[in-house]
């Protein structure tokens, strides 16, 4: 009876579709029956097989890498509810090699006969499970695919009305914005056709972004860069144009080849609209700065013409002269004719130097109290002889000053004056007429009066196109260079810096063939206590008469230079000797022979230059060297240049041509401070 229930039962657990086995629930989990499907899963033919297979023990059936997970859901199925059955998943390794999913539905049993036993009903579903895994890992590469866009949008800083994924590796793109959810994936090539039409992309362009957007072309283009754009213009509905941009920038490479592309388009029609803007500010700047070089280069060949021609004056009256020797009256003719012309470069020079102090921001106006009608007689005798020569009327007019001493800088207002004037006289022709009138206004600030000067005269005038360039530096009517007069062009934009700088204002009225006028109003502070300024200024007059039989070391490199300065000085009965340079100087000065008062030092100089020669001199032993009153006279006259005389040890420094009546009164106050 036993036995043919047992057989029955085989033959009922037979008919059980997929895999059944028993094992028991003790730690070895010995297989106690498996049903012939499960010896045919795991790639046997008998049970014995199998069982050799499995070592006899359901630990055999599983996946090593999964058994871990499997014993841990059969210990909560023995601890759980025991009429549920326990579900878990597991890979199994079949005897003929790879992989099997298996589904594994168990349950635990106390039985009479076997004790604690599993019984397990066991499906394949390998395939099941493959399909899972390869949704999963499409899933998982969607997201991916995301997380790159994500990325590489926010890399970019372009707003982009469309954008693409591209696989160059297998020729598909899909939308992915605006329209995200489109998953249809298209052919790159034919969404590139669809894309650049004759209706849609400007003709030539499309021809030129087509090949521009072949996948070889783009695998190429990304394989050093991660991005590459290219801009083109777009047809709109309304047939107008719009500029775009393409941007293809590389989100996964293998290898170093870019795989997968985002593509974006933009618009940068307001881009271009400001690269436009910014080409013609730039255009625009340049051509300025191109007509400020041209007028340089006018400047310099009109400099080089102004210099030549008192230069020349200067060499040809000096060979008349030297021919004249024994006609004392040709030769003072030819000496004054030589003096004309080397004002007229030194002014030229002044000129020159003042424009690049202005231009360097190095132009300094210092102010001092100074009776303002002393200026115009100053001017005047600037100009005298070109007004009696040219047979012009001169008027002046200072009836309307109350206050004539006032806080300003008398060399700069007598250049703002000289200038203008000059100009009136320079373009006034023969039987002219020049009317100066200043005046004075009462301002709303305490103390400071408003001054205005009106030049005025009967000349050429200005046309009125140049009249608007009339203060640019270097810029001078044609006109002017034709009739021969002298001036580069740098007198009003130097006047007009003065005046500037001393918060004033200059304004110009003009009518060709009938005359100019120039207007200046500056600001200055009144100084009411006259006598006392004029009592200090009658104190202050030069008398040199103190500093005759003074000992002056000259230390000059160029003879010319040492001559004038030697008979200048002599003149004034001051006792002269020279030194070639810095380290003839120090020679003299170490052997003691002679006491100096006074050294008159050149800076560039041959061997040892006058501040070193200065330094070498305060660092002599003995405090006369210390104090021995040292005067540079050079022709640098930057404000550092005197700078760095006084820092080498120098008392004052003065600038070539010499002055003569400057440096006595420099040596006369440095003497009596002694
Ligand atoms: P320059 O050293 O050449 O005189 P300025 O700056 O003083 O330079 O003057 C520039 C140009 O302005 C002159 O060359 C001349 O063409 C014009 N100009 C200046 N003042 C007068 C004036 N009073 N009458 C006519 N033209 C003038």
């Given at each position: 009876?036993?036995?043919i229930?047992?057989?029955?039962?085989?033959?009922?657990?037979k008919?059980?579709?997929?895999?059944?086995f028993?094992?028991?629930?003790?730690?070895?989990?010995?297989?106690?029956?498996?049903?012939?499907?499960?010896?045919?899963l795991?790639?046997?033919?008998?049970?014995?097989?199998?069982?050799?297979?499995?070592?006899?023990?359901?630990?055999?059936?599983v996946?090593?890498?999964?058994?871990?997970?499997?014993?841990k859901?059969?210990?909560d199925?023995?601890a759980?509810?025991?009429?549920?059955?326990?579900y878990?998943?597991?890979?199994?390794?079949?005897?003929?090699?790879?992989?099997?999913?298996?589904?594994?539905?168990?349950?635990?049993?106390?039985?009479?006969?076997?004790?604690?036993?599993?019984?397990?009903?066991?499906?394949?579903?390998?395939?099941?499970?493959?399909?899972?895994i390869?949704?999963?890992?499409?899933?998982?590469?969607?997201?991916?695919?995301q997380?790159?866009?994500?990325?590489?949008?926010?890399?970019?800083?372009?707003?982009?009305?469309?954008?693409?994924?591209?696989?160059?590796?297998?020729?598909y793109?899909?939308?992915?914005?605006?329209?995200?959810?489109?998953?249809?994936?298209?052919?790159?090539?034919?969404?590139?056709?669809?894309?650049?039409?004759?209706?849609?992309?400007?003709?030539?362009?499309?021809?030129r972004?087509?090949?521009?957007?072949?996948?070889?072309?783009?695998?190429?283009?990304?394989?050093?860069?991660?991005?590459?754009?290219?801009?083109?213009?777009?047809?709109?509905p309304?047939?107008?144009?719009?500029?775009?941009?393409?941007?293809?920038?590389?989100?996964?490479?293998?290898?170093?080849?870019?795989?997968?592309?985002?593509?974006?388009?933009?618009?940068?029609?307001?881009?271009?609209?400001k690269?436009?803007?910014?080409?013609?500010?730039?255009?625009?700047?340049?051509?300025?700065?191109?007509?400020?070089?041209?007028?340089k280069?006018?400047?310099?060949?009109?400099?080089?013409?102004?210099?030549?021609?008192?230069?020349?004056?200067v060499?040809?009256?000096?060979?008349?002269g030297?021919r004249?020797?024994?006609?004392?009256e040709?030769?003072?003719?030819?000496l004054r004719?030589?003096?004309?012309?080397?004002?007229?470069?030194?002014?030229?020079?002044?000129?020159?130097?003042?424009?690049?102090?202005?231009?360097?921001?190095?132009?300094r106006?210092?102010?001092?109290?100074?009776?303002?009608?002393?200026?115009?007689?100053?001017?005047?005798?600037?100009?005298?002889?070109?007004?009696?020569?040219?047979?012009?009327?001169?008027?002046?007019?200072?009836?309307?000053?109350?206050?004539?001493?006032?806080?300003?800088?008398?060399?700069?207002?007598?250049?703002?004056?000289?200038?203008?004037?000059?100009?009136?006289?320079?373009?006034?022709?023969?039987?002219?007429?020049?009317?100066?009138?200043?005046?004075?206004?009462?301002?709303?600030?305490?103390?400071?009066?408003?001054?205005?000067?009106?030049?005025?005269?009967?000349?050429?005038?200005?046309?009125?196109?140049?009249?608007?360039?009339?203060?640019?530096?270097?810029?001078?009517?044609?006109?002017?260079?034709?009739?021969?007069?002298?001036?580069?062009?740098?007198?009003l934009p130097?006047?007009?810096?003065?005046?500037?700088?001393?918060?004033?204002?200059?304004?110009?009225?003009?009518?060709?063939?009938?005359?100019?006028?120039?207007?200046?109003?500056?600001?200055?502070?009144?100084?009411?206590?006259?006598?006392?300024?004029?009592?200090?200024?009658?104190e202050?007059?030069?008398?040199?008469?103190?500093?005759?039989?003074?000992?002056?070391?000259?230390?000059?490199?160029?003879?010319?230079?040492?001559?004038?300065?030697?008979?200048?000085?002599?003149?004034?009965?001051?006792?002269v000797?020279?030194?070639?340079?810095?380290?003839i100087?120090?020679?003299?000065?170490?052997?003691?022979e002679?006491?100096?008062?006074?050294?008159?030092?050149?800076?560039?100089?041959?061997?040892?230059?006058?501040?070193?020669?200065?330094?070498?001199?305060r660092?002599?032993s003995?405090?006369?060297?210390?104090?021995?009153?040292?005067?540079?006279?050079?022709?640098?006259?930057?404000?550092?240049?005197?700078?760095?005389?006084?820092?080498?040890?120098?008392?004052?420094?003065?600038?070539?041509?010499?002055?003569?009546?400057?440096?006595?009164?420099?040596?006369?106050?440095?003497?009596?401070?002694?």
């Amino acid at each position: 009876m036993e036995a043919i229930k047992k057989i029955e039962i085989e033959e009922i657990v037979k008919g059980i579709p997929g895999g059944f086995f028993i094992y028991y629930a003790n730690g070895a989990e010995e297989i106690i029956y498996a049903n012939q499907e499960v010896v045919y899963l795991y790639g046997c033919d008998t049970r014995d097989e199998f069982l050799e297979y499995t070592n006899g023990s359901f630990k055999g059936m599983v996946h090593p890498e999964d058994l871990e997970r499997v014993e841990k859901s059969i210990a909560d199925q023995i601890a759980g509810n025991p009429r549920n059955f326990d579900y878990v998943e597991y890979r199994a390794l079949p005897k003929g090699g790879g992989v099997k999913w298996i589904e594994d539905f168990g349950h635990f049993v106390k039985s009479d006969i076997y004790g604690e036993v599993f019984y397990v009903f066991i499906t394949d579903v390998t395939e099941k499970m493959e399909r899972n895994i390869k949704q999963k890992k499409r899933l998982m590469n969607l997201a991916i695919d995301q997380e790159l866009l994500r990325k590489s949008l926010e890399s970019t800083v372009y707003s982009f009305v469309k954008v693409y994924m591209i696989n160059l590796r297998d020729g598909y793109s899909r939308e992915i914005y605006p329209d995200i959810s489109n998953e249809e994936n298209k052919k790159y090539i034919d969404a590139i056709d669809a894309y650049i039409t004759p209706e849609n992309v400007m003709e030539e362009e499309g021809r030129r972004l087509r090949i521009l957007l072949q996948p070889e072309h783009l695998q190429k283009a990304l394989v050093e860069r991660d991005s590459v754009e290219y801009r083109y213009r777009r047809k709109l509905p309304d047939s107008s144009v719009e500029w775009c941009v393409m941007v293809f920038t590389v989100s996964d490479r293998d290898k170093g080849l870019p795989i997968t592309v985002t593509l974006g388009i933009r618009s940068i029609e307001k881009l271009i609209q400001k690269e436009n803007q910014q080409r013609l500010l730039l255009e625009s700047a340049f051509m300025r700065a191109r007509q400020a070089s041209e007028a340089k280069t006018i400047f310099l060949a009109n400099m080089s013409h102004d210099i030549r021609t008192p230069m020349n004056a200067v060499v040809g009256f000096a060979e008349l002269g030297l021919r004249h020797g024994n006609s004392p009256e040709k030769m003072r003719e030819c000496l004054r004719k030589i003096q004309d012309s080397s004002q007229v470069l030194l002014r030229l020079i002044d000129d020159i130097l003042d424009m690049s102090r202005i231009e360097a921001d190095r132009l300094r106006i210092e102010p001092e109290s100074y009776d303002l009608l002393e200026i115009m007689p100053q001017v005047y005798q600037m100009v005298e002889k070109e007004i009696h020569d040219k047979g012009l009327k001169f008027s002046y007019d200072f009836s309307g000053i109350k206050d004539r001493v006032v806080f300003c800088d008398p060399t700069r207002m007598k250049q703002v004056l000289y200038n203008l004037v000059g100009n009136a006289v320079k373009f006034t022709p023969a039987g002219g007429k020049i009317d100066v009138r200043i005046s004075q206004y009462e301002s709303l600030s305490n103390g400071i009066e408003n001054y205005e000067f009106i030049i005025r005269d009967t000349g050429i005038g200005i046309a009125s196109e140049f009249l608007a360039k009339i203060f640019i530096p270097f810029e001078r009517e044609k006109n002017t260079t034709v009739s021969g007069n002298f001036g580069v062009g740098l007198g009003l934009p130097i006047t007009k810096n003065i005046v500037d700088l001393m918060n004033g204002s200059i304004e110009t009225e003009s009518e060709v063939g009938k005359g100019s006028t120039f207007i200046v109003r500056i600001p200055f502070q009144v100084v009411r206590e006259m006598e006392e300024q004029e009592a200090h200024a009658q104190e202050d007059q030069h008398t040199f008469s103190g500093l005759a039989g003074k000992q002056v070391l000259l230390v000059e490199d160029n003879e010319l230079n040492r001559e004038i300065a030697r008979e200048l000085l002599e003149e004034y009965h001051l006792l002269v000797d020279e030194a070639e340079d810095g380290d003839i100087a120090l020679e003299m000065l170490q052997n003691g022979e002679k006491e100096y008062d006074v050294i008159l030092m050149d800076i560039q100089m041959p061997r040892m230059n006058g501040y070193e020669a200065t330094k070498a001199i305060r660092g002599l032993s003995g405090s006369k060297f210390s104090r021995i009153p040292i005067i540079a006279l050079s022709a640098n006259a930057f404000e550092e240049d005197k700078r760095m005389a006084i820092s080498s040890g120098m008392n004052h420094h003065l600038s070539k041509p010499m002055d003569i009546e400057k440096v006595l009164y420099t040596m006369k106050q440095l003497l009596d401070a002694e």
